[in-house]
């Protein structure tokens, strides 16, 4: 994490101050676009397919993924066909719209559009323009929703219903825009969003990430010893949740290692560990497969919602027409 960053979860400092005219800035641009599509001057696109957004109004991670893949198994479950589309940061495919197969890499797709694939084998559309993802979907499978992984603040794309995802530990930093600050739109954005649930707390509409066994990275064997010592690896936004949750089961952490978010790891990255045992995420996992050693694990987090946010959302899914007679 650079100065900048490190910076946005801190009291008000010098760099703060030297970056609110940048933030203004920001903001006038990202108001004056907001306000040209709310008034026509620029259009929307328009979709056959309802969309559900998960966003947020904050950089980093926040959670979302793990809501996402909730969400796909709840409308599922309800006997609704749902795609997804996700920007796929960091992805160099041969082509976009691109649809990710059982053989697509994390350098096609990128590491959270190959995790979700791996996860629920569904139809996941990755690229930059949102609306020929979206197009391509359309074209090739019959669904009943789309959700989108990010793209709150993409206008330009219709949206039936918007959820907001906040990481309850790190709220929104010092509340400041970017750069300044680690907002991407101020906190007024969450009273037009039609459900905001955050990533862990107590807060009545919540979720909480629930482990489950840890799962070799080499062979997708479960770990049965978690009496071990372990380096501890992660390329996501929040990494001391997650450092935490190891903590949690007992084992001993030899060294903590943090990477940018969506890394692209190199064998070389891990030479400094030898045999040891290595722990990671499962989004850091999707990209450690070709050079994984037999004792490297990834742990695989479930977002478990609250009952007033399925109810809630199950509410809105009816509303939106969504789902009827449910």
Not at 306 to 318: A, D
Request: proline content about 5%; some cysteine.
């Amino acid at each position: 994490m650079s100065k900048i960053e490190q910076s946005w979860f801190k009291p008000f400092g010098l760099i703060n101050l030297i970056l609110l005219p940048f933030s203004a800035l920001f903001w006038f641009i990202s108001n004056l676009r907001k306000q040209l599509y709310k008034f026509n001057v620029l259009r929307a696109f328009t979709a056959n397919t309802p969309i559900i957004v998960i966003g947020n109004i904050s950089v980093g991670g926040n959670g979302k993924t793990p809501f996402v893949l909730w969400l796909y198994s709840h409308l599922t479950a309800k006997g609704l066909k749902v795609g997804i589309i996700s920007r796929g940061y960091g992805a160099q495919a041969p082509s976009y719209p691109y649809l990710v197969t059982e053989k697509s890499t994390t350098v096609e797709a990128g590491d959270e559009p190959v995790l979700m694939f791996q996860r629920l084998q569904c139809p996941i559309a990755v690229g930059p323009n949102r609306q020929h993802s979206i197009e391509l979907l359309e074209q090739k499978f019959e669904l009943d929703v789309i959700i989108s992984d990010d793209g709150m603040q993409h206008y330009k794309m219709p949206r039936t219903i918007e959820c907001c995802i906040v990481d309850s530990q790190r709220q929104f930093g010092n509340g400041l825009l970017m750069p300044a600050g680690p907002l991407r739109e101020t906190k007024q954005r969450l009273k037009e969003v039609d459900l905001v649930v955050e990533n862990g707390g107590n807060s009545e509409h919540s979720y909480q990430l629930e482990p489950s066994a840890f799962i070799s990275v080499y062979n997708g064997q479960k770990l049965e010893n978690k009496c071990i010592k372990a380096h501890v690896v992660s390329a996501i936004g929040n990494p001391k949740r997650f450092e935490h949750s190891i903590q949690q089961q007992g084992i001993t952490l030899l060294s903590t290692h943090h990477f940018r978010d969506h890394y692209a790891y190199k064998a070389d990255d891990f030479s400094k560990f030898g045999d040891d045992y290595v722990l990671m995420t499962e989004k850091d996992a999707v990209k450690c497969r070709g050079f994984a050693k037999a004792n490297w694990y990834y742990l695989p987090v479930n977002a478990k919602p609250t009952q007033s946010v399925v109810n809630e959302l199950n509410i809105l899914l009816k509303q939106k027409g969504i789902l009827n007679g449910l």
